[in-house]
């Protein structure tokens, strides 16, 4: 079974404007919601391409109350831990500019509460499973929790996909996760420097892998294409000349697909990840990929086995 586990989740709220202006009241022309949260959205885009999964989060208040029914309503399997504290709403404007992504924080979880995410963990987990844990964290939470609870689960024998940035990506790494996917800002971070050449994302790369023992690591570069980095062999994928709507969620959509398709090997699972991704950048607003558009992009997506 495939799990996937956001602590942050949000609702992801969509506002189309006009243009941004200052001391003057902005009408919207039309608001939408999604579920959010990284993890949520693995877990969706698993759905729309035929796979099951299930969305674990901490939910809270009214807002995590729609997110299930929102979840219900798409057929997404979840299971909640539910907190006392309203689940955030993130705002995304859309303008004729561009887009403006808030992220907000939410509150503070109690500790007990973060004690629960384990055992949950313990109760539905099973060896030869596979869990991703994708985003931030809750306000307050040490980036250390991604430590213990990737080091627990490696223990359970469960197959650990990880993505999250700056210390927490860093502190997670120290439990051990099989599979890292950083876009090439995370990375940067990740590494301490801006790295221009592909060649120097390929040899940090491989440090990578060396010094925490990783599977693999899923690097997508945006309008640059996309890496996959193993030990004993890597890829490439160039990028598809797709129309640019919003790139949000293309990343999640990304790894949904690569996590749903490994089973098809290393190549055809890359396929179908940029594929995904690019699908997911081709859909306006927080919509994740469609199912028949990553269909079509797939005879698109060229590969070249780079070592
Ligand atoms: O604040 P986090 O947990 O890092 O990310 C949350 C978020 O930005 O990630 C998704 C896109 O990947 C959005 O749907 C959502 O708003």
Known sequence: MIFTLTMNPCLDR????????????????????????????????IKELGGISVAISLLGGDTGRKIEEMLDMEGVIYTTIRVSVETRTNIILETNSGQFRISVPTKKVSRKKL??????LNAIVRKGDIIVISGSLPTGVSPDFYTG????????????????DGEKLKSGLLGGPDVIKPNQHEF????????????DFIEQGKKLILEYNLKEILLTLGSKGALLLANDEGYFAKPIDVPVNSAVGAGDSFLAAYVLMRDKGRYEAFKWANAAGNAAVMTPGTEL???????????????????
């Open 289 to 307: 990929c469609k199912k028949d558009d990553v269909l079509n992009l797939l005879d698109r997506v060229q590969i070249e086995r780079i070592y």
């Open 188 to 199: 940067e971070r990740l590494v301490g420097k801006k790295i221009e050449k592909f060649e």
């Open 149 to 164: 609870i990737i080091f627990a689960l490696k223990q359970w024998g469960v197959y650990v996909y990880f993505d999250a």
């Open 115 to 120: 004690e629960t995410v384990l055992e949950v």
């Open 14 to 45: 969509y506002i189309y404007v006009d243009d941004l202006k200052l001391d003057d009241t902005i009408r919207a022309k039309k608001v939408v919601d999604y579920p959010a949260g990284k993890g949520i959205d693995v877990s969706r885009v």
